[in-house]
């Protein structure tokens, strides 16, 4: 089984989020259509998406291997290139120049850095794991300019808690 298409509605706008759309306003929203193109193997190469927020991505597959990266500024990454991006595990070790991820012996995500500075005051998330592999803790750091923020999210069976220092809310 392979998607080749799919087609739905969208907000007109991008970047609002899903509260942004009032349900009752048609003109809210638009049509958008979504096609995947696939190689033999069946690794993503192509998606393009036509609609309000019109856009697309490339990808190119590693030769002997099913490790892909997207081309950057219209250029396909190099077989150098995609084997540097995952670990010997086939972990993908970078989502976008400059955004991180690590992995724990497990193969579950243990961290993520969506922004790295130079001073080392990177912004940060990283994830905890219980003995049966469920994820149960999150904590996001966020560098200012002021202050470093925090926040947390314990997973529990139907619960999530949230502590955040920026806001002070505690739920």
């Known amino acids: 089984y392979q998607l080749i298409e799919a087609t739905g509605w969208e907000a007109g706008a991008a970047n609002q989020g899903p509260n942004a759309v009032e349900r009752n306003d048609?003109?809210?929203?638009?049509?958008?259509?979504?096609?995947?193109?696939h190689d033999e193997a069946g690794n993503l190469l192509e998606l393009t998406h036509v609609g309000a927020q019109?856009?697309?991505?490339?990808?190119?597959?590693?030769?002997?291997?099913?490790?892909?990266?997207p081309y950057r500024?219209?250029?396909?990454?190099?077989?150098?290139?995609?084997?540097?991006?995952?670990?010997?595990?086939?972990?993908?070790?970078?989502?976008?120049?400059?955004?991180?991820?690590?992995?724990?012996?497990?193969?579950?995500?243990?961290?993520?850095?969506p922004?790295?500075?130079a001073s080392g005051l990177n912004d940060s998330e990283a994830?905890?794991?219980?003995?049966?592999?469920?994820?149960?803790?999150?904590?996001?750091?966020?560098?200012?300019?002021?202050?470093?923020?925090?926040?947390?999210?314990?997973y529990l069976p139907g619960l999530e808690l949230r502590a955040d220092s920026g806001t002070g809310e505690a739920l």
């Not at 991505?57 to 030769?63: L, N, P, T, V, Y």
Request: glycine share 8%; aromatic share 8%.
């Open 127 to 154: 994830y905890i794991y219980d003995g049966g592999g469920q994820r149960v803790r999150k904590l996001r750091t966020l560098q200012t300019g002021a202050r470093t923020l925090s926040a947390e999210v314990r």
């Open 54 to 69: 019109s856009h697309g991505r490339e990808i190119k597959a590693a030769q002997y291997s099913n490790r892909c990266l």
């Open 115 to 117: 922004i790295e500075r």
């Open 26 to 37: 048609p003109t809210a929203v638009s049509n958008y259509r979504q096609t995947y193109r």
């Open 73 to 113: 500024n219209g250029v396909p990454p190099t077989e150098e290139e995609i084997a540097a991006a995952f670990d010997a595990r086939g972990n993908c070790l970078e989502l976008d120049a400059g955004r991180f991820l690590a992995w724990d012996l497990r193969n579950r995500l243990s961290s993520v850095t």
